[in-house]
């Protein structure tokens, strides 16, 4: 358990990254992978729930990852549709569920899952689970960018009134505040569009661990290096 009084992140962001390389460690298929990652999702959303962490961010699908094999894209979003019916009992713990992305990309079945997470748990205020699923960081900021002109267009803002405050709300991740830890495992170190706007002044933490055996003691050091960080946000 995470030592007491330890400066916690507000939100801390997660790349689930690895899934393949764990499962061909195990001569598995790729998929195995990916639902033993569902597994550590649970896993570290209870414990970040248990620690009192308000924000938590899972990278689950990029814009780019449409790009892999249709095998292995059909198995993710049937794995999508199995987790996100259990993630109903988060729902039941006060938890607010939110997802990040473009649902229109997601069949009928997905989809009608999504906002119905979402609509049972908007008023919630417990932990915020954000789960980015088509999710680009770049897509984010011309969804924001859309939202904008739409504004604009409906004479409900000026131009004078565009700054990054309302970038920021107009972004999928709203009231969301910005991300202060991002977590990568793996081994990889690069953001791979995630969160870009919102992790302008985040600190990053890398760990070799590959997302499926990403547990609450490897969390745990990455809250303990956070917590030795001197954040300056360009100031002395
Ligand atoms: C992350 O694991 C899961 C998704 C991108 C959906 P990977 O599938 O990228 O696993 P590696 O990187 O190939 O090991
Ligand atoms: C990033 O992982 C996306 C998710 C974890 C959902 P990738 O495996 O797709 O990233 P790259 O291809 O290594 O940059
Ligand atoms: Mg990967």
């Not at 079945?109 to 999504?114: Q, S």
Request: proline share 3%; charged share 30%.
């Amino acid at each position: 358990m995470a030592e007491k009084n330890i400066i916690l992140p507000v939100h801390i962001g997660f790349i689930m990254d690895g899934n393949g390389r764990w499962a061909k460690k195990r001569g598995m298929p790729r998929t195995f992978g990916h639902r033993e990652g569902a597994k550590a999702f649970r896993r570290i959303t209870e414990y970040c729930n248990d620690i009192g962490v308000k924000y938590i961010t899972f990278y689950a699908f990029s814009t780019e990852n449409w790009s892999r094999p249709k095998e292995e894209v059909d198995a993710i979003m049937k794995l999508f549709k199995e987790y996100l019916l259990e993630a109903n009992d988060l729902t039941e713990k006060n938890i607010r569920l939110v997802f990040l992305g473009d649902k229109s990309r997601f069949d009928t079945e997905l989809r009608n899952r999504m906002t119905d997470l979402e609509d049972k748990s908007r008023d919630h205020d417990g932990m915020t689970v954000a789960l980015a699923m088509n999710y680009g960081g770049r897509d984010d900021i011309v969804y924001a960018v859309k939202n904008v002109v739409h504004l604009l267009k409906e004479n409900k803002i000026s131009e004078d009134e565009i700054n990054e405050d309302l970038i920021t709300r107009n972004l999928y991740t709203g009231d969301i505040p910005d991300a202060d830890l991002i977590i990568r495992p793996s081994g990889e170190k690069r953001l791979s569009n995630f969160l870009i706007w919102q992790s302008s002044y985040a600190e990053f933490y890398f760990t070799d661990v590959l997302w499926p055996d990403f547990g609450p003691s490897d969390l745990d050091r990455a809250l303990e290096d956070y917590a030795s960080r001197g954040r300056r946000f360009g100031g002395v």
